[in-house]
């Protein structure tokens, strides 16, 4: 499966964006999804992610109550809704795909997106 992230921009602190990770291939609905993140000099860090049915998902005790991860299979798509941005959200958003079962980590994702800038302004 192909990844394409997107949504990415500047946002003032406080406020919202929404990412969108599109799937190329018939089988979306097979993948569970994650969104990931990178900042400057940081190891990229697990952000939330989304079963294949989309009716388990996990987030990072840094975003929850903030953001919300979420799917529509009939699109091929994942999305993920960031509200009440922080200065350290700031950062490359990356999605990624693994079969079936959510994972928290980046060695457990066999497909990646190619990463979308999100800068926060103060």
């Known amino acids: 499966v192909q990844l394409q992230a997107s949504g990415g921009g500047l946002v003032q602190a406080g406020g919202s964006l929404r990412l969108s990770c599109a799937a190329s291939?018939?089988?979306?609905?097979?993948?569970?999804m994650g969104w990931f993140r990178q900042a400057p000099g940081k190891e990229r860090e697990f952000v939330a992610a989304?079963?294949?049915?989309?009716?388990?998902?996990n987030y990072a005790d840094s975003v929850k109550g903030r953001f919300t991860i979420s799917r529509d299979n009939a699109k091929n798509t994942a999305y993920l809704q960031m509200n009440s941005l922080k200065l350290e959200d700031a950062a490359v958003y990356y999605c990624?795909?693994?079969?079936?079962?959510?994972?928290?980590?980046?060695?457990?994702?066999?497909?990646w997106g190619q990463g979308t800038l999100v800068t926060v302004s103060s």
């Open positions: 990624a795909a693994r079969l079936w079962r959510i994972a928290s980590m980046t060695y457990e994702y066999h497909y």
């Open positions: 291939g018939r089988t979306f609905s097979r993948y569970a």
């Open positions: 989304i079963n294949w049915s989309g009716d388990s998902t």
